[in-house]
Nanobody, 119 residues
Framework: QVQLVESGGGLVQAGGSLRLSCTASGRIFSINAMGWHRQAPGKQRELVAVTTTDGRTNYSDSVRGRFLTSRGKNSVYLQMNSLKPEDTAVYYC???????????????WGQGTQVTVSS
């Protein structure tokens, strides 16, 4: 059983910063990619940032230059700077990983953490 646990959300004023953390635990053979998505009320879930094992990182246009993601062994972090009210959303950690040598990669999700940016 694989679990992803996030922390670090909260309420911040526009222009402020927050740092999100996510750690994967359980039966993990290898991690192909880890990253962050977000979902605002009434909107679809969207990619924020993702880092692959070979070090490539993709950011959405809306956060590029303001957010920075980094990786640990089974962890991923999201440093969010210059936050805007439109960044308000539930942020979900995501990992694409294999539980064993014989298994195919699967996507796993955290429970989500609320980020609220006040104007």
């Amino acid at each position: 059983q694989v679990q992803l646990v996030e922390s670090g959300g909260g309420l911040v004023q526009a222009g402020g910063s927050l740092r999100l953390s996510c750690t994967a635990s359980g039966r993990i053979f290898s991690i192909n990619a880890m990253g962050w998505h977000r979902q605002a009320p009434g909107k679809q879930r969207e990619l924020v940032a993702v880092t692959t094992t070979d070090g490539r990182t993709n950011y959405s246009d809306s956060v590029r230059g303001r957010f920075l993601t980094s990786r640990g062994k089974n962890s991923v972090y999201l440093q969010m700077n210059s936050l805007k009210p439109e960044d308000t959303a539930v942020y979900y950690c995501n990992a694409r990983l294999r539980e064993s040598y014989y298994s195919d990669p699967r996507d796993y999700w955290g429970q989500g953490t609320q980020v609220t940016v006040s104007s």
